[in-house]
């Protein structure tokens, strides 16, 4: 069965930092696009960022410059530093892995981890 688990997740001032790990198991993800979308209260669910499988870097215009997704294979694990961060990054962020970054809101998903920035 395979399994994300998010980590990381907090609270923290505005302008502070936070470090999300996403820990898959059940199948090795080395060979897909791994990444990260948020969901904000009201609002729909985001893309924030993703890297593909040769380590290709895709970021929301948003979080350019602030945020840095990395992964390691040997762990199958990927992560989003979050740096500079502001109130309207609080949201509630997913991980996703599977297939290629255009398509990986199709593939597997993690249950989630709350971050909040208070201002």
């Known amino acids: 069965q395979v399994q994300l688990v998010e980590s990381g997740g907090g609270l923290v001032q505005a302008g502070g930092s936070l470090r999300l790990s996403c820990a898959a198991s059940?199948?090795?993800?080395?060979?897909?696009?791994m990444g990260w979308f948020r969901q904000a209260p009201g609002k729909e669910r985001r893309f924030v960022a993703a890297?593909?499988?040769?380590?290709?870097?895709y970021y929301a215009d948003s979080v350019k410059g602030r945020f840095t997704i990395s992964r390691d294979n040997a762990k199958n694990t990927v992560y989003l530093q979050m740096n500079s961060l502001k109130p309207e990054d609080t949201a509630v962020y997913y991980c996703?892995?599977?297939?290629?970054?255009?398509?990986?809101?199709?593939?597997?998903w993690g249950q989630g981890t709350q971050v909040t920035v208070s201002s």
């Open positions: 996703a892995a599977g297939g290629t970054v255009a398509t990986l809101s199709g593939g597997y």
């Open positions: 059940g199948r090795t993800f080395s060979s897909t696009a």
């Open positions: 890297i593909s499988s040769a380590g290709t870097t």
